[in-house]
């Protein structure tokens, strides 16, 4: 058996199309394939230790849960699971969260099937960081521009909660402690998924964070909500 791969991509077409591809490869083994976030963590939940994959091919846009979120919560839930963007973004924020978020790659969607192959089996499984060139020099010039640890704000240092959030942005960073994602908030609150989305990354700007897990990380430390 190879090594057990899962993609997740909220496009059938691609994860079926990469499945195939990579089927081809003898060294691979497609064991699961996710539409969401909330799809994949759900299958992942099910899954005994032994059948779970070893690392997962991320698309980033996707609905209910994006790919950088999903990240950030599979690091924290199956450490030892590696990462791989695989997106059609190559955008420095993108590529700044995703590596902030435990990403432990990140490959444009356009690159050759046996391109991610090399990037599995040798790059990252001898402790590298593949990426499509393009982005390789976004990266050096964002390494050159700051330092990620710079980036990282103490949770000591954060402010108090009514002091800087809105009374929406209140409701909606509840909700997402609680679990729910962009629909279910929206549903709630009545308002559209969109519209949560533009609070959730008003959120994340004001409390020096870039995903959900940092958020709910955040707000549990600071005791803001019982």
């Not at 593949?130 to 990620?148: D, E």
């Not at 402010?159 to 549903?187: A, F, H, K």
């Amino acid at each position: 058996m190879g090594i057990r791969i899962a993609i997740v991509d909220d496009k059938r077409l691609m994860r079926t199309t990469l499945s195939e591809q990579l089927s081809y490869y003898e060294e691979l083994d497609v064991m699961l394939m996710a539409c969401d976030g909330n799809d994949f963590l759900t299958q992942m939940n099910n899954l005994p230790t032994e059948k779970r994959p070893e690392l997962v091919l991320m698309d980033i846009e996707m609905p209910n849960m994006d790919g950088i979120e999903t990240v950030a919560i599979t690091k924290e839930i199956y450490p030892d699971v590696l990462c791989l963007m695989l997106t059609v973004f190559d955008n420095d924020e993108k590529l700044f969260e995703a590596i902030r978020a435990g990403a432990s790659g990140y490959l444009l969607k356009d690159e050759k099937p046996v391109v991610i192959l090399k990037a599995i089996t040798e790059s990252i499984y001898e402790g590298g960081v593949p990426m499509s060139p393009r982005i390789a020099q976004k990266a050096l010039m964002l390494l050159r521009r700051t330092s990620l640890s710079v980036q990282e704000v103490k949770q000591d240092e954060q402010p108090q909660l009514d002091s800087v959030l809105s009374d929406r942005e209140i409701e909606i960073l509840q909700r997402i402690v609680d679990g729910l994602n962009y629909q279910q908030i929206g549903e709630r609150l009545f308002i559209s998924p969109h519209t949560v989305r533009k609070h959730t990354a008003n959120i994340y700007n004001k409390l020096h964070v870039s995903n959900k897990a940092s958020a709910i990380k955040v707000a549990m430390h600071k005791k803001w909500f019982k």
